[in-house]
């Protein structure tokens, strides 16, 4: 991973960074309070947090134009509000009440939004990436030009439904990116106790896929690698493959006791590669924003993420009816 | 010496083919490896080669000549200076005696009509099928034409699977889709099910109408968690946001020597999922109006084709809006005494277990529950509170069997009705073995069904 650049001359206006600052720090707040509820017992089953991967969604959500479709696994909610679903449905969901985007049927790993072209939230390892290719496929045949942003984890990376896919989806010159986000942990696997491939993005070189390893705790290097990928994506030139270099400061689920690592190698991680202290500090020291302008965002933030929690508290159980509704169109 | 040329098995079901061609005369010398004829199967125009050196003495078969038993003495081979009336002559009789003929050790049950040809549902009532003219097509033919006239409707259905477009389908099912609707409608995959099941969902989520083909359902146990994680259970999941409208089809259950792993019948595994569909039809018209209805369908649909089948003839409606709804079953034999309640290529053994039962004067009400998610039991529990008795059959394994929901169905809403234990047939509970004697014994047979409606009717 590359060293932390503090002070270097952003290529984003400031508008942009500040954009970036609070989306990251919303996910992340949003994560924390999830966290929160999870341990007063609001929220049930599997709770994956995304605390520290924010930079990934959130610079290649800049990257996306609208008609552009995400799918990705159960580590989802940062994808969700980096695409612009309403933080009060996605905590909702969290807690299986009726405000939710899936009505409080789908939960944490199985969340939706038609409307932002969100297409899950998948719980089985591996299984988002076929159906990533698949929107693409469909965006092809329907003759229009916007791309599907797959992402999946390292652990998902050793599946063979993926390379299965890697294969189609350049046989067929699919516009679909594959967004490897390697935070360097299936669970308790690390990468290296998993394979002997020394990167995972140039698997893709065996089926003719480009793609390229990228800080993926610095938003503007994933921006820029976004950028890139969706403009090869778009003009025709079929997959591109994104290994973003990341870390997750929380355990797998909240149920991880994260005896895998070290405590020093997570806090090492926050201290120096931090994407949200990264980008705090292109604003502060290049004059772009005060501590103040700061501050006032952080409470904003903060506010926002309590009302989605109050939301979530208090929207109802879904009734009884609906255990038999959707199940046929 | 002079030999026999027979008429070759070209495919694990294939009983009789069309000589389409000859590609040799009398006289020609040939050597092995050379082709001698065009054979045309139900499947596929294969050239027939010659396996040793020699003249062709004799050509016993005219080409064109349609429905030439597998076995057949088709030439005569001869030595050189050798000619045909040299060497005696070709004992057509033995040559045709069939390979699959059970050895004298296995018990021979003089009722069991297996190889006779089924008899068509014609002149008894088909109460599915609407008023109006019918033409006369092969299961294979019904389900090209379900597609193909789908695909006319609806710019969004395409076609995707192994062998679909340039080989015009393993089964010859998409035989001339390619042609008509071009490689982007027509999509021939890798051999990679478990992907292009994937691709295929999210296609259906971005909002197209993908029609997928398994080779054999035996393959799509490398696709099912996409059928049933990924396709099934999306609408449940996104509180009614996406749903996935898309078919996966193909042939399903036992066709011929195929063994363990290529003959399972997936009938009551698929049936078990709520958010699925599930077709199995019997007949032409049910293959195309079924798989015009799951095409329309906004739900995922498997729709369970059978090989064997696959060449049988049945008359379909014309109407080109002719389609058959989910749920209702079809009684396509009526009798007062028991009711036998199938789907599939069972329909076929129940019929001919019915005229074997018939004779001895016990008249067989045979139900075509045609879909299995939903199932008609409304159908069902009627026929039973007029016969009192019922049997179920399939081809699939005994253990939560589709037979046991319903036998457990009827306990349960007509009970009082019943003079007897519902009898669930199946096949046994063994894998498919390969010998040909054995493979009978696994499957189930008219004459089982037969003797277990015999027992209800404590006959």
């Known amino acids: 991973m590359a060293a932390k650049k503090p002070a270097e001359r952003p290529n984003a206006s400031k508008e942009e960074l500040l954009k970036y600052y609070r989306e990251m720090l919303l996910i992340r707040r949003f994560e924390e309070k999830a966290g929160q509820l999870y341990g007063m017992g609001l929220i049930g089953g599997f709770c994956h947090l995304y605390i520290g991967q924010e930079a990934v969604v959130v610079g290649l959500e800049a990257a996306a134009k609208e008609g552009d479709k995400r799918v990705t696994s159960y580590r989802d909610h940062g994808h969700m509000l980096a695409c612009g679903m309403d933080p009060k449905g996605v905590m909702a969901e969290l807690t299986g009440r009726i405000g939710g985007y899936s009505k409080g049927k789908g939960g944490s790993m199985h969340m939706f939004s038609k409307e932002k072209h969100f297409y899950g939230g998948h719980g089985i390892v591996g299984a988002q990436v076929p159906l990533g290719a698949g929107l693409a496929f469909a965006d092809k045949y329907l003759g229009n030009d916007n791309v599907t942003f797959t992402y999946f984890g390292d652990g998902a990376a050793n599946q063979g439904q993926v390379y299965e896919t890697y294969n189609m989806a350049e046989l067929w010159n699919l516009p679909v990116i594959f967004v490897i986000e390697n935070n360097g942990y299936a669970m308790g696997t690390s990468v290296k106790r998993s394979t002997k491939s020394p990167s995972l993005w140039e698997r893709g070189a065996a089926y003719g896929i480009k793609g390229e390893a990228v800080d993926g705790m610095d938003v503007l290097a994933v921006k820029a690698a976004g950028e890139k990928a969706v403009a090869a994506c778009r003009a025709g030139q079929g997959p591109y493959i994104l290994e973003m270099m990341t870390y997750r400061y929380r355990g797998h689920s909240m149920s991880d006791p994260a005896k895998y690592r070290t405590r020093e190698e997570v806090e090492k991680m926050r201290s120096e590669k931090d994407a949200i202290e990264h980008v705090r500090d292109l604003l502060l020291q290049g004059g772009l924003a005060s501590d103040e302008d700061l501050k006032a965002i952080d409470k904003e933030i903060k506010a926002q993420v309590n009302e989605s929690a109050e939301f979530a508290k208090d929207s109802p159980e879904p009734p009884v009816e609906e255990l038999w509704t959707d199940i046929y169109a | ?459």
């Open chain 2, 1 to 459: 010496m002079a030999t026999e040329v027979l008429m070759p098995a070209l495919s694990p079901t294939m009983e009789e083919g069309t000589l389409a061609k000859w590609l040799v005369k009398e006289g020609d010398a040939v050597k092995s490896g050379q082709i001698l004829a065009e054979i045309e199967t139900d499947k596929a125009t294969m050239e027939f080669e010659a396996t040793d050196e020699g003249i062709i003495g004799k050509l016993l078969i005219a080409e064109g000549t349609a429905g030439v038993k597998v076995n057949t003495p088709i030439a005569i081979m001869v030595e050189d200076g050798e000619t045909v009336s040299d060497s005696p002559a070709p004992k057509v009789a033995e040559a045709v005696a069939p390979a699959a003929e059970a050895p004298a050790s296995v018990p021979a049950k003089a009722a069991d009509p297996a190889p006779a040809p089924v008899v068509a549902a014609k002149g008894w009532p088909h109460t599915d099928l609407p008023e109006g003219p019918t033409k006369t097509m092969t299961v294979r033919e019904a389900l090209r034409e379900a597609m193909a006239e789908e695909m006319r409707r609806d710019p969004n259905v395409f076609l995707m699977g192994e062998e679909v477009g340039e080989y015009q389908g393993a089964y010859k099912i998409s035989q001339g889709l390619l042609d008509e609707f071009g490689a982007k409608r027509v999509v021939d995959t890798p051999i990679t099910e478990h992907g292009f099941a994937g691709i295929a969902v999210g296609a259906s989520w971005g909002g197209l109408r993908p029609i997928v083909e398994f080779m054999t359902f035996n393959f799509a146990m490398q696709a099912i968690d996409h059928i049933i994680n990924s396709a099934a259970k999306t609408l449940y999941m996104s509180g009614g946001q996406m749903g996935s409208p898309m078919v996966f089809r193909g042939p399903n259950g036992a066709a011929a020597r195929v063994g363990a792993q290529h003959s399972q019948d997936y009938a009551a595994w698929y049936a078990a999922i709520p958010g699925l569909r599930v077709c199995m039809p019997y007949s032409a018209a049910d293959a195309k109006g079924l798989l015009k209805s799951a095409i329309r369908d906004p739900n995922p649909v498997i729709f369970l084709e059978n090989e064997i089948l696959y060449g049988r003839s049945f008359d379909v409606p014309t109407d080109p809006d002719f389609t058959i709804p989910f749920g209702k079953a079809s009684i396509i034999r009526e009798g007062r005494d028991v009711t036998i309640v199938s789907f599939g290529i069972g329909v076929a053994h129940s019929l001919l277990a019915a005229e074997v039962l018939a004779k001895d004067g016990i008249e067989a009400e045979i139900i075509n529950l045609r879909t299995l998610r939903p199932i008609d039991y409304d159908t069902v529990l009627a026929s039973v509170q007029k016969t009192n008795r019922c049997i179920t059959v399939e081809e699939g394994f005994p253990v939560g069997s589709i037979g046991d929901h319903m036998a457990s169905t009827i306990m349960q809403r007509a009970f009082d009705y019943l003079d007897a234990p519902v009898i669930t047939c199946t096949g046994k509970d063994v894998p498919m073995p390969y010998a040909a004697n054995l493979e009978k014994f696994a499957l189930i047979t008219p004459a089982e069904i037969a003797a277990a409606a015999k027992s209800v009717c404590y006959r």
